[in-house]
């Protein structure tokens, strides 16, 4: 769709037509599609059919993670391949300085239903969040509370954000180093209140693609002055860990990544996830 000039959807406007611009967009597309079927974002009746009347409110930042996201979930939905009802959405928090207008004018002119909510929730997390703590958990709390409220008014079943896989790497990584578990952001989940799902269709999409996809596309960018004014964040550091083994070992984040789908229960430690006290002799791990 995006190699005709009178057959693309607004959003792909100005896409290059270079073979390396086309293979990154169809990679991006092949890894959003496998996730999306591999964890059954679409919900389907007994028979396989998509359940009718699925609505997803697709988050954005206006960083590069989500610009790539609703492009990829646009063109699944122009090829047929998700058949569920989009609608685009940015929270305004309240930041200083932010660019209010930059999201409305391009999904306006990209043609994409769309939804612009301010809440001042930075005056919230200032008043609250001691001098040198991280503003990270509060602001996304409080983001969170006002995105599942977005959902409900707009009778939405999903809540959609653009977390790729470095940011399940990371986050991974974070919970062994700080909080003593092996644990993640899992790309499908159920929230608190039992009524939404919240998902992540760009699980098995590399952070670096997103971002030559979306610097290519020339998606006007909107930089996160709050969290990303402060230096020490412990994600920052993890990063850097694993900016260093990719550095050294090119290839290894995907290996890392793979591993969080080849969960062994019998070869970790969690007596909760699998019966050492049971365990007998003659019984292969099959049993």
């Not at 290059?16 to 293979?23: I, L």
Request: proline letters at 6%; aromatic letters at 8%; glycine letters at 8%.
């Amino acid at each position: 769709m995006l190699d005709e000039s009178d057959d693309i959807h607004p959003l792909f406007r100005g896409a290059p037509s270079t073979t390396e611009f086309k293979k990154l967009r169809k990679r991006i597309l092949r890894n959003v599609r496998e996730a999306v079927e591999h964890y059954g974002m679409v919900e389907r009746d007994e028979t396989g059919q998509a359940k009718p009347g699925q609505k997803w409110l697709v988050c954005l930042s206006g960083g590069k993670d989500s610009y790539t996201m609703l492009a990829a979930l646009y063109e699944m939905k122009w090829r047929g391949l998700l058949p569920v009802e989009i609608l685009a959405c940015n929270l305004d928090q309240g930041q200083p300085g932010f660019p209010a207008t930059v999201l409305p004018e391009f999904l306006e002119d990209r043609q994409v239903p769309h939804r612009i909510e301010y809440e001042d929730t930075y005056s919230i997390v200032m008043g609250k969040v001691p001098e040198g703590r991280t503003f990270c958990a509060l602001c996304s709390r409080l983001r969170r509370g006002n995105l599942y409220r977005i959902a409900r008014e707009e009778g939405c079943n999903a809540v959609v954000l653009g977390h790729h896989r470095d940011d399940i790497l990371e986050t991974f990584f974070m919970n062994l180093f700080h909080g003593g578990r092996l644990a993640t952001m899992p790309p499908k989940l159920v929230n608190e209140e039992g009524d939404l799902f919240v998902f992540r269709p760009l699980a098995h999409v590399a952070e670096a693609d997103c971002e030559k996809f979306s610097r290519d596309m020339g998606y006007p960018i909107i930089p996160c002055d709050l969290c990303g004014s402060q230096d020490g964040l412990q994600r920052q550091q993890v990063k850097q860990i694993l900016d260093g083994w990719e550095k050294n070992s090119p290839g290894r984040r995907q290996v890392m990544f793979r591993a969080l789908m080849n969960a062994r229960p019998s070869h970790l430690l969690d007596p909760k996830l699998f019966d050492f006290a049971g365990l007998t002799r003659g019984q292969t791990e099959d049993t």
